[in-house]
């Protein structure tokens, strides 16, 4: 089976304050060593932006009532069509137009989880990846999310 070097963005998505879910924007604006502008998890760390597959949070949906809305896992970037979890820490991805790669897959969550509290369960943690941005740029819905050589 071949595996995908493309997918799509379904929502771009921020927050203002740490441990809450995002909400959808129109664009976001990455930069450089620092993340995505206006977002609380933007910084000079390994963490800048996160992003997490439809697939994922599809398979999850199947299994709680509590409806799931693009940031419902605090991500910044929902997108489907790459197996997002699957990729190596160092991978390069062209997200709209910038430069991100990634340097962590999943992460702890933390005892206060808005989503853990509301639906019973998380997908960041084993499903969500962590990126850095390179090269700056803005993204959107409707953008491609491609896998750089």
Do not use: Y
Request: proline letters at 5%; one cysteine or more.
């Amino acid at each position: 089976m071949e595996s995908r070097k493309e997918g799509r963005i379904l929502a771009v998505c921020v927050s203002e304050r740490k441990g809450q879910q995002k909400h959808p924007v129109e664009e976001i604006r990455l930069i450089p060593g620092h993340g995505i502008e206006g977002d609380a998890h933007a910084g000079a760390w390994h963490r800048q932006v996160s992003l997490l597959g439809q697939e994922s949070v599809a398979r999850l949906q199947e299994k709680v009532a509590v409806p799931l809305f693009p940031g419902a896992f605090a991500e910044n970037i929902l997108c489907e069509g790459l197996e997002l979890f699957s990729l190596p820490v160092g991978t390069r991805l062209r997200v709209g137009g910038a430069l991100c790669e990634v340097t962590q897959i999943g992460k702890e969550c933390h005892a206060d989880c808005a989503i853990r509290r509301q639906a019973g369960d998380c997908v960041m943690p084993r499903e969500g990846i962590f990126a850095i941005v390179l090269e700056g740029g803005s993204a959107r819905a409707g953008d491609r999310i491609t896998l750089c050589p």
